[in-house]
């Protein structure tokens, strides 16, 4: 069974930074491409970023180019976004998610169905 737990949101002010961990169990993580999804209140769920079975490709939404980093420990089976330079609008909680196929994903705007998404950590960005 799949199980996404992320971990390591909380409160910063804005130009502050947090590390979101999550730690994936029940497949083979190394065959799969990764996803961070976030959904701020009242708002639909936003890809953020996205990143190959291998680590060596990534993708962000233009918001986040330059400030968040996503990156994977295929040994440790989990993935992490770092946040820097932290603004109010991202402001959501933070969902990690996995490929529905293993070896296949998208270069762009995209998320998997939510039976492959973890149960979120929040994240408030607010002086």
């Known amino acids: 069974q799949v199980q996404l737990v992320e971990s390591g949101g909380g409160l910063v002010q804005p130009g502050g930074s947090l590390r979101l961990s999550c730690a994936a169990s029940g497949f083979t993580f190394s065959d799969y491409w990764m996803y961070w999804i976030r959904q701020a209140p009242g708002k639909g769920p936003e890809w953020v970023s996205t990143i190959h079975f291998g680590g060596n490709v990534r993708y962000y939404t233009d918001s986040v180019k330059g400030r968040f980093t996503i990156s994977r420990d295929n040994a440790g089976n989990t993935l992490y976004l770092q946040m820097n330079s932290l603004k109010p609008e991202d402001t959501a909680l933070y969902y990690c998610?996995?490929?529905?196929?293993?070896?296949?994903?998208?270069?762009?705007?995209?998320?998997?169905?939510?039976?492959?998404w973890g149960q979120g950590t929040p994240v408030t960005v607010s002086s």
């Open positions: 998610a996995r490929g529905e196929i293993p070896g296949a994903g998208h270069n762009g705007p995209y998320y998997p169905r939510r039976d492959y």
